[in-house]
């Protein structure tokens, strides 16, 4: 046997605890979390709510668990044979040495397309506003009618049915039944809700269905059925499932209900707390009716102590209009004093404001002299500046010109020709004197 090496005798030796801590964060760390599916086998449930389980399939199986705190949002129970998906972390158990997944999630096997078709359908409708506050429309507060769309055949109408009666059964009931599960189903759900909102005979609708898994609750899921409770001009309640179903129809309702049941006492004033509230409000009204008349009778006590005989009421009037008679003469006095001051004031202002009219006579008729030489002398002044510009103009007259023995010729389309080149033989021209005009032609031209 040859003796080992030094780089052997120079290597670590690691514990095994060490050893699978160093594998479980390997692995932790190279693989990320991702979906496995398998057939459950082996679950147990221990005492501390964890589940412990394998994954299989035709050629290999995995050891799972799944922690209280994950498995607790679960609305159904694992068992043995279920075909599933799990979203899992691989990971090592240390004090075993066993590979596991620690699963994060768990759905049935099939779900995952259904739940994007869900996921993609719930985003359009979102941003389209379907899901908006502001188009909910208000529910009655107290319906003399209610609609009921389901199957017959359910029992959510039969509960549906049993909580009306119960809580108030003067209240009218109307039923569209309808196909709530199958090929087909969504089209008749929305015809049977198109059909209650165009006979408008109910004041608000209950759609409603009883639990089941996702395939079976997925014809409230579908487009139609969305876009006919969103046109529905009639408050609608949507009671599908149990209270961790959710579905499209659900958001797009004006009020969601957990259970169909619910959803019989969303709509339906209970007659019971009406009558009990009643009857407060008619204690209330006694004791205000009670409160008031006390009130008015301690009044009508007060306005008897203060009664008096009509003579001395009678009496204390006339001293009353006496006194009142005294202050409006002193009153009357003291403002007519008042006036006549500022009359006597307002007269010494006056007096001494007062024009001289002589004065003003004198220098209104010294103004109109002046004003009357000026007007003389500028039209002196501008009648020989007229003469002057009349002289200077008859110089520049044309017709004085002619006058002297000249002519002025023109063309026939009335243009002067100042030279013989703007002339052509046997061309028609106009000569004008002084004393009028001729006509001649032009023969020769030199």
């Given at each position: 046997m040859l003796p080992p090496s030094s780089t052997a005798r120079d290597m670590p030796v690691l514990p095994v605890s060490e050893l699978n801590q160093r594998v479980r964060e390997l692995l932790e760390s190279s693989v990320p979390l991702l979906w496995v599916s398998g057939e459950i086998s082996n679950f147990t449930r221990a005492?501390?709510?964890?589940?412990?389980?394998?994954?299989?399939?035709?050629?290999?199986?995995?050891?799972?668990?799944?922690?209280?705190?994950?498995?607790?949002?679960?609305?159904?129970?694992?068992?043995?044979?279920?075909?599933?998906?799990?979203?899992?972390?691989?990971?090592?158990?240390?004090?075993?040495?066993?590979?596991?997944?620690?699963?994060?999630?768990?759905?049935?096997?099939?779900?995952?397309?259904?739940?994007?078709?869900?996921?993609?359908?719930?985003?359009?409708?979102?941003?389209e506003g379907l899901f908006d506050e502001a188009r909910k429309k208000p529910l009655p507060f107290f319906p003399h009618t209610i609609g009921v769309i389901t199957s017959t055949a359910g029992a959510a109408l039969h509960d549906v049915l049993t909580t009306l009666r119960r809580r108030n059964p003067n209240i009218e009931i109307v039923v569209y039944p309808t196909p709530v599960q199958g090929e087909g189903a969504a089209e008749k759900i929305a015809g049977a809700i198109r059909t209650a909102g165009t006979r408008a005979e109910c004041d608000v609708l209950i759609l409603c269905r009883g639990g089941g898994s996702i395939e079976d609750l997925w014809q409230f899921n579908e487009e139609v059925v969305a876009r006919a409770i969103d046109a529905c001009p009639i408050p609608l309640v949507c009671g599908v499932g149990h209270e961790t179903d959710f579905t499209i129809a659900d958001f797009v309702a004006d009020r969601r209900a957990p259970t169909p049941t619910a959803g019989a006492e969303l709509v339906s004033p209970d007659r019971i707390e009406l009558l009990r509230h009643l009857h407060a409000v008619r204690m209330h009204l006694r004791r205000l009716a009670k409160n008031e008349l006390e009130t008015r009778m301690q009044r009508v006590d007060h306005l008897a102590r203060r009664l008096v005989h009509p003579g001395e009421r009678l009496i204390r009037q006339r001293e009353h209009i006496v006194r009142m008679d005294k202050q409006l003469m002193r009153a009357l006095q003291a403002q007519l004093q008042g006036y006549q001051w500022r009359i006597d004031r307002l007269n010494i202002r006056m007096n001494g404001g007062r024009p001289d009219l002589a004065e003003l006579n004198k220098r209104q008729l010294a103004y109109r002299q002046r004003l009357h030489l000026a007007m003389r002398r500028m039209l002196e002044k501008t009648d020989s500046k007229l003469s002057s510009l009349k002289s200077h103009l008859s110089h520049l007259n044309p017709d004085a010109v002619l006058d002297r023995g000249y002519s002025i010729v023109t063309k026939r389309d009335g243009g002067i020709v100042r030279s013989t080149d703007q002339l052509a033989i046997d061309e028609d021209v106009t000569m004008r004197f002084s004393n009028g005009q001729a006509t001649g032609r032009v023969t020769e031209k030199s």
């Open positions: 005492t501390s709510g964890h589940w412990y389980f394998s994954l299989k399939d035709a050629k290999a199986q995995v050891r799972c668990v799944m922690f209280r705190h994950k498995g607790q949002y679960l609305d159904w129970m694992p068992e043995n044979g279920m075909q599933v998906e799990a979203r899992v972390l691989v990971t090592l158990y240390e004090a075993r040495g066993d590979y596991q997944l620690n699963i994060e999630a768990l759905r049935r096997a099939g779900l995952g397309a259904l739940y994007e078709r869900f996921e993609r359908l719930k985003a359009v409708l979102a941003a």
